[in-house]
């Protein structure tokens, strides 16, 4: 397993700034993600965060509005910017080493107000 | 578009019953799959993985993966109030590494 710690675990942004979101794992992973995940729903995958590149964006998620770094293997951010109230959710990062489980930090709840 | 169906609930099951969760795939060429719980509040924890046809057992919770039929299932023995929570399960994507999660199955457990 990995030990995953995200941070802040939560914040209260006014519309149109942006929030960075930190994710710090205690051991070398292979794969890091940026999910999303709405009240009462299921975890919509915006991002695998790529070590050394750019980030492999999913469907509806592009580089401008949610901008990635994963300067190492242990380390990754999301931010969340040009906030609006629909931007509104828990954000989730998880690790991965290889194709097997993932595991995840306890998610950052951001309200846009 | 590779999907994990879940019926999402609410499933109520009494305490000391068998409370057994279903989900089904459309990627064939999945070859593992997890089962999460999730509290309410909480971030996601891993309960069961499973990469080969048949039972894989952990305590309480035994898991089962039918790839011919697409499904994998989680039951739960002997039901605790404190097994209430949303379950989640998620399908590797042949060919990437990173997974796809089905809807979640809230799940009550009655005293």
């Known amino acids: 397993s990995a030990v995953i710690s995200q941070k802040p675990s939560r914040d209260i942004c006014q519309r149109g700034t942006s929030l960075t979101i930190q994710c710090q794992v205690d051991?070398?992973?292979?794969?890091m993600f940026w999910y999303r995940q709405q009240p009462g729903q299921s975890l919509t995958l915006i991002a695998t965060a790529n070590q050394g590149s750019e980030a492999t964006y999913e469907s509806g998620f592009v580089i401008d509005k949610f901008p990635i770094s994963r300067p190492n293997l242990t380390f990754s951010t999301l931010t969340v910017s040009n906030m609006s109230p629909e931007d509104s959710s828990i954000y989730l990062c998880?690790?991965?080493?290889?194709?097997?489980?993932?595991?995840f930090g306890q998610g950052t709840r951001l309200t846009v107000v | 578009q590779k999907e994990v169906e879940q019926n999402s609930g609410p499933l109520s099951v009494p305490e000391g019953a068998i409370a057994s969760l279903n989900c089904t795939y459309s990627d064939r060429g999945s070859q593992s799959f997890f089962w999460y719980r999730q509290y309410s509040g909480k971030s996601p924890e891993l309960i069961m993985s499973?990469?080969?046809?048949g039972d894989k057992e952990d305590g309480r919770f035994t898991a089962q993966l039918n790839k011919a039929s697409q499904y994998v299932s989680l039951l739960i023995r002997d039901s605790q109030p404190s097994d209430s929570a949303t379950y989640l399960c998620a399908g590797g994507v042949q060919g990437a590494q990173k997974l796809v999660f089905g809807q979640g199955t809230r799940l009550t457990i009655n005293p």
């Open positions: 998880s690790a991965q080493r290889g194709n097997t489980e993932a595991f």
């Open positions: 051991s070398q992973v292979t794969m």
């Open positions: 499973i990469y080969s046809n």
